[in-house]
């Protein structure tokens, strides 16, 4: 199998994960409630798993990351290679703290560390690992991603706590403003070195790699089982039976932690995503989902705004009122319930602006990449 075959693959999964990172944002903003999609006693399966698929989205951005960062490094270098990580991350944190942060808003009450924060950080602490031998950064990812859930009962207001573990609200001074960690670093940080540590499967030759990663995630999804059946380890919200039929015990089974992501969320989540790598590069490039998965980094800045801004003149068309208030405490317009066709409609509307938006932007920005690129991640 040619190489470019092997990160043909690497794209469309990431293209793959894009497309569904924007349905839970559309529901965030075109279908919003005052009950969480994995809320057991108020969702239904249809809600429940257009959310759950989308916990797909962030571990394997991180994964894929470390992986693209380490075929990086074979063309350019250890040491130009901690130099891009480093800035990289960099601008991912500014692009966080200002523009991203501002987006969900539509003001600057909070600032909200999310995906491109941990991918920030992640890459700066790349930048140091990667002067390590591959299995010192293999034995680090473990040591960051297993034993966290140890932690869990460890609960502090210290915002480096937060950051580092627990997540939470900072305030700064006594205005309101302050900062959220969304995606506490722990676990993350290991993820992206993990995802370094598995880089040179993608210089194997295409049976081997297939192999190996089938099998990986075949043993992934066995642990997250074998785990989850007893509530044993890796996940502070046991499941139980819901005597109420076999969907929803599940659903319960499927529910894991995501804020922080939890030993079985990575299980689970990356147990599906290494065979899609396989799967992935056994079909003709998706021209969609190569321009996307190509261009990560102008689809997360644009659509989160876009979404956003969308939403008001629906709200606006449809029920004459904006929702107020936090998913906390929202009040809506009268007449107003949350329905997945919209959402859905919405989805297809959003990913259909994009693809145009993307295209524009690679046809007067982007025309010195190739179509299949060594790395760029997001």
């Known amino acids: 199998m040619p190489r470019t075959a092997r990160l043909a693959s690497i794209d469309m999964l990431r293209g793959l994960v894009i497309v569904l990172m924007a349905l839970d944002h559309v529901r965030d903003y075109f279908g919003p409630a005052t009950w969480g999609p994995e809320q ?116 502090s207001k210290n915002p480096l706590w937060q950051a580092w573990h627990q997540g939470g609200f900072t305030a700064l001074g006594d205005s309101g403003f302050g900062m959220v960690f969304v995606y506490p670093l722990m676990p993350w940080l290991g993820l992206i070195a993990a995802g370094y540590a598995l880089g040179p499967v993608f210089l194997w030759d295409a049976a081997r790699r297939r ?48 804020y922080p ?21 056994r079909v003709r490039p998706i021209p969609l989902l190569m321009l996307f998965g190509g261009s990560p980094m102008f689809f997360y800045v644009i659509h989160i705004s876009l979404i956003h801004f969308l939403a008001g003149p629906y709200f606006l068309a449809r029920y004459g009122a904006l929702p107020q208030g936090s998913p906390l405490g929202m009040t809506f317009p009268d007449g107003y319930q949350p329905s997945l066709p919209v959402v859905y409609a919405a989805w297809v509307g959003i990913i259909a602006i994009m693809y145009g938006l993307t295209l524009w932007w690679r046809g007067h920005y982007g025309r010195t990449r190739t179509a299949v690129r060594p790395v760029h991640p997001l």
């Open 40 to 155: 057991l006693d108020q969702t239904t399966p249809a809600w429940f798993f257009t959310r759950w698929i989308t916990h797909l989205c962030a571990p394997t951005f991180v994964l894929l990351a470390g992986s693209s960062a380490f075929l990086r490094g074979t063309n350019c270098g250890i040491p130009a290679l901690s130099r891009y990580l480093a800035t990289r991350g960099a601008l991912l944190l500014l692009l966080e703290a200002t523009w991203i942060s501002f987006s969900w808003q539509f003001g600057y009450n909070v600032i909200i560390f999310q995906v491109l924060w941990a991918l920030g950080v992640g890459m700066i602490f790349l930048s140091l690992l990667v002067w390590l031998p591959q299995a010192a950064v293999a034995l680090i990812a473990a040591l960051l991603i297993v034993p966290h859930n140890l932690l869990d009962a460890l609960q």
């Open 211 to 258: 192999r190996l990663l089938l099998t990986a995630g075949a043993v992934l999804l066995l642990v997250f089982v074998a785990l989850r059946s007893g509530n044993f380890y890796g996940d502070n919200q046991p499941w139980t039976p819901q005597h109420a039929g076999a969907m929803w015990d599940l659903i319960s089974f499927l529910r894991v932690q995501k």
């Open 261 to 281: 992501p939890s030993l079985l969320y990575i299980c689970v989540t990356m147990g599906l995503s290494l065979p899609l790598l396989v799967l992935l590069e």
